[in-house]
């Protein structure tokens, strides 16, 4: 089973919109790293978040990790076709040391 | 920020040879250096970390004696590919934790024909 289920797998949406991917778990996490990849790169950091309830914005990003450090969410504001790309969600728990565990990762396609 | 260069970026080889990536630390030192594998639209699944000195440990399902890895120094991790077939043929990716998170190589698109 996955420990970091992130939802959706692919969305495709028109420039302007709005949109959420979500990150759960039901392992609590010391820190989530949210990524940006493009295709033949590696994955970029966006974000880190450590503490239950912490939100961070960066430009039209908006990051929130759950109270309880299970969850979170990245919400992109009037998307742009420059925001298309896989955004990944990594975390890593109390247990797995150093290890860094991947959600499924979200496609995401802006479209002019 | 810290800087993890891979090499080479893509990579054609014949089955049965065996090729090499490179991972260096730019700008820092990496007593661990974590290699995933990641197949088109999916997300990274990793295959083992690198320890600098000692062996390094391998996720279950991940062949040992195929994918080779040596971490000789503390800004130096290789993955060598041994005997490749063409079901190797993926995206590969290097990742060190520096002071402020990890940060990943570039990646290595390895075909083999």
């Known amino acids: 089973t996955q420990l970091l289920e992130q939802s959706p797998q692919f969305l495709s949406i028109q420039e302007g919109e709005n949109l959420t991917v979500y990150c759960n778990s039901s392992?609590?996490?010391?820190?989530l790293q949210w990524y940006r990849q493009e295709p033949g790169e590696g994955p970029v950091l966006l974000v880190t978040?450590?503490?239950?309830?912490e939100v961070k914005k960066l430009k039209r990003l908006t990051f929130q990790f759950g109270d309880a450090r299970k969850d979170s969410s990245l919400h992109i504001t009037a998307a742009q076709p420059g925001d298309t790309g896989l955004y990944l969600c990594?975390?890593?728990?109390?247990?797995?040391?150093?290890?860094?565990?991947f959600g499924e990762g979200t496609q995401l396609t802006v479209n002019p | 920020g810290a800087v993890v260069s891979q090499h080479p970026s893509w990579v054609i080889c014949k089955s049965g040879t065996s090729v090499k990536i490179e991972c260096r630390s730019l700008?820092?030192?990496?007593?661990?250096m974590f290699w995933y594998r990641q197949f088109p639209k999916q997300s990274l699944m990793l295959m083992a970390t690198s320890n600098e000195g000692s062996k390094a440990t391998y996720e279950q399902g991940v062949e040992k004696d195929k994918f080779l890895i040596n971490h000789a120094s503390l800004t130096l991790s290789t993955l060598t590919v041994t005997s490749a077939h063409p079901e190797d043929s993926s995206f590969y990716i290097c990742?060190?934790?520096?002071?402020?998170?990890?940060?990943f190589g570039s990646g290595t698109r390895l075909t083999v024909v």
């Open positions: 978040v450590v503490t239950g309830g």
């Open positions: 392992s609590v996490f010391s820190s």
């Open positions: 990594a975390g890593e728990t109390e247990t797995s040391g150093s290890r860094l565990t």
């Open positions: 700008d820092f030192q990496a007593t661990t």
């Open positions: 990742s060190a934790r520096a002071l402020l998170g990890y940060t």
